[in-house]
């Protein structure tokens, strides 16, 4: 990734990826070339090269020896023939974060990922600075001028949260590219898909122009279990977005659950419902591992809860072989499975509880209430 990539996070700093805090530099106050071409960067290939590990790189090694694919593995997949055989001297893969603007207020989210939650967390003393939207990029202009080169000539462009389909940059990126014929570049979204059109901005305007559009749709669950873990979400609505796009033939449509202790037991139905509501393909399933907040990792159910998804996973498994699921689908749950398995954190559990009541009260809201399925405590 130090060779192809290029991911622009919290208040403008280019970093490794998205989730290894491996600092390059500051887009806002040092120009492309300069991080691109800078010591940070310029150390971390020369260990990568020699084959060495960095230590803050610990979340993907864990996801792998738990029996996940991290996103280490996902992009040798995706990119290593690519970077084998061109060696190319500008990135060709980014993930630009504009700011955490968001109009939703996750359960398993923060502040710095989604202005939504600012009131919140202001009133628990969690918030960053005095402002709900923290703007990463400062200069939408000046990030182009510096940045364009390299843009035209990617291959992919990552779109997230914040919710990139609420945020004004994004569709200022996607009109200079329609403009500078660059739509062979493939757009992919994590979104909540709760809005197609923001002000003027309508965004299947600019995404009939592109090869390739992936929607990586960020729900954890149907209905109201759903609308509980993500704050925002109208169940309903999401279906009406999702029917307005099926006639885009170069759209692809999955959905992503960030796997956590709210969501892990309920993935089979989601699945089911989103397959029989003819929601995804049977290969529209993409999931994101959640590895912090610690009480929020499917490692810290209690034992007999696991045992409980264990059994809930085992049927899902019968169902699939009948209906010949693809085995990339199968894989992904069993990942679900192995890591859930590959530790205890159950003494975070306490923690979990205590979060959960603290949210419920503020919220108004019950988790008793919106289970499908309910794990035995």
Not at 19 to 31: E, F, R
Not at 144 to 171: D, M, N, R, S, W
């Amino acid at each position: 990734m130090p060779w192809i990539h290029y991911h622009v996070g919290n208040a403008g700093r280019v970093k490794a990826c998205c989730v290894a805090n491996i600092p390059y530099g500051d887009c806002n106050t040092q120009s492309f070339t300069e991080i691109w071409n800078g010591d940070a960067i310029n150390e971390l290939r020369a260990r990568f090269a020699k084959g060495e590990k960095d230590s803050r790189c610990a979340v993907c090694y864990r996801l792998e020896e738990a029996g996940g694919k991290s996103i280490r593995q996902e992009t040798h997949e995706k990119f290593g023939a690519d970077y084998q055989e061109q060696k190319m001297n500008l990135p060709f893969t980014f993930d630009i974060r504009f700011s955490n603007a968001c109009n939703f207020a996750c359960r398993t989210c923060w502040h710095g990922a989604s202005s939504g939650w600012f009131p919140e967390a202001k009133q628990l003393k969690r918030n960053l600075g005095e402002k709900a939207v923290l703007q990463n990029i400062q200069d939408f202009d000046a990030f182009i001028a510096e940045t364009g080169e390299a843009l035209l000539q990617a291959k992919e462009i990552y779109f997230a949260g914040g919710e990139p389909l609420v945020t004004k940059e994004h569709y200022l990126l996607l009109d200079w590219l329609v403009k500078n014929k660059a739509t062979q570049i493939y757009l992919r979204y994590n979104t909540n898909f709760s809005v197609l059109q923001m002000g003027k901005y309508n965004v299947l305007d600019y995404w009939k122009h592109f090869t390739k559009v992936e929607i990586l749709a960020s729900i954890d669950a149907n209905g109201k279990l759903g609308e509980y873990i993500r704050k925002g979400l109208n169940w309903e609505r999401f279906l009406a977005n999702r029917d307005q796009i099926r006639t885009y033939k170069n759209i692809r449509f999955l959905i992503a659950p960030t796997i956590s202790v709210f969501s892990i037991l309920n993935l089979p139905d989601l699945y089911q419902i989103c397959l029989l509501e003819q929601i995804i393909e049977p290969d529209g399933l993409y999931i994101n591992m959640l590895d912090r907040p610690l009480h929020y990792n499917t490692k810290a159910l209690p034992e007999s809860s696991k045992q409980m998804v264990v059994a809930t996973f085992h049927q899902f498994y019968q169902w699939a072989a009948k209906k010949q699921i693809p085995q990339a689908v199968i894989r992904q749950f069993k990942e679900c499975e192995a890591y859930m398995l590959s530790d205890n954190l159950s003494k975070q559990w306490k923690n979990f509880e205590k979060e959960t009541a603290l949210l419920d009260e503020m919220r108004g809201e019950s988790l008793d209430e919106v289970l499908i399925r309910t794990y035995e405590f």
